[in-house]
């Protein structure tokens, strides 16, 4: 609710910083270009629909039973992202996902504000134990299947948003 109403309370000074950079800077028309209105909407500031993504930010761009691509490269098998950083992870099954082997969020900083975890092709019940230990690093927990968790994931991080994603292969299945 505070997010919509920062929002409808910068759209008026928005606007107005807008139209007076047009009279300043009158610019030519393309009338194939749409105008954006993202800045209005403070909540998805950071999303670029048109796959206009920075080399440097991680996108996932597609997922096998194995795998992931990301920014293009294949990599197999389970993987931990924060941020913009991506890191072999070891479990293999949903079983094996356990405070220890999520123990870096312990001494990472800053704590991202919430971890995606894909948990392969279905989503599967976090064990309360789980549950506990991530609520006590200060972040949320988002428990999708594999596909949805990194789609998630990539809306968040282009948004500027401090997460992480913990996601077992697609065709991980309990």
């Known amino acids: 609710m505070a997010v919509r109403q920062r929002a409808m309370g910068t759209l008026p000074n928005l606007i107005r ?13 393309n009338p194939s270009a749409l105008p954006s209105l993202r800045r209005a909407f403070s909540l998805y ?17 597609g997922y096998s039973d194995t ?15 924060v941020g913009n950083f991506l890191m072999s992870w070891a479990p293999t099954k949903f079983s094996e996902i356990t405070p220890e082997s999520l123990s870096i969020f312990q001494t990472l900083r800053p704590i991202p504000e919430i971890l995606i ?9 976090v064990n309360p134990e789980l549950r506990r230990f991530i609520r006590s690093t200060g972040m949320k ?14 809306i968040l991080n282009e948004e500027g948003r401090i997460v992480a994603a913990a996601l077992l292969p697609y065709g991980v299945s309990s």
Do not use: H, W
């Open 17 to 29: 910083s807008l139209r007076k950079e047009s009279l300043l800077n009158p610019k030519p028309t």
């Open 45 to 61: 500031d950071q999303i670029n629909l048109m796959n206009d993504v920075p080399e440097e930010q991680l996108r996932f761009k």
């Open 67 to 81: 795998g992931f691509n990301v920014n293009g490269v294949d990599y197999e098998g389970s993987l931990l992202c």
């Open 117 to 125: 975890l894909g948990c392969g092709r279905n989503i599967e019940i």
């Open 141 to 154: 927990l988002e428990a999708l299947d594999s596909r949805n968790a990194s789609t998630t994931y990539n």
